[in-house]
C-alpha cells in the first residue's frame, strides 16, 4: 500500500543518492534510533530534525558538532551513502 510522503522532497528512487526527503525514517524508526529513544519508539522517528529543505538525522548531526569522525562512523553504521532504498511505488 503506498504511503503519503510528508515532505516537499520525493525520494529520488531505489538506489539513488539519498536527498534528505525523510521518507525512511518517517516510516520506520532504525535500530540506532531505537538504542537512543528506547525498544518502543514509534516512527515518525523523534530524532529527525528538519531545517535548509531537508531532513537529518538529529544523532549524526549532533555527533558530528562534536567529533567529525565519529558523526561520520554513526552515518556509515546507518547505511549513509549506500542509496536509497524506496521504491517510487511505495510513495503516494
Known amino acids: ?3 503519503k510522503a510528508l515532505t516537499v522532497l520525493q525520494p529520488p528512487g531505489y538506489g539513488a543518492s539519498c536527498n ?3 521518507f525512511c525514517c518517517r516510516e520506520e524508526v532504525c535500530g540506532l534510533g531505537r538504542e ?3 525498544v518502543g519508539v514509534q ?6 530534525r528538519e531545517h535548509d529543505g531537508r531532513t537529518w538525522c538529529g544523532v549524526v548531526e549532533e555527533a558530528a558538532k562534536k567529533d567529525v569522525a565519529f558523526g561520520g562512523w554513526i552515518g ?3 547505511g549513509f551513502g549506500s542509496g536509497c532504498l524506496v521504491h517510487v511505488s511505495e510513495v503516494a
Not at 43 to 48: D, E, K, R, T, Y
Open 1 to 3: 500500500m503506498p504511503v
Open 20 to 22: 534528505g526527503c525523510g
Open 36 to 38: 537512543v529513544m528506547g
Open 43 to 48: 516512527a515518525p522517528c523523534p530524532l529527525l
Open 76 to 78: 556509515w553504521r546507518l
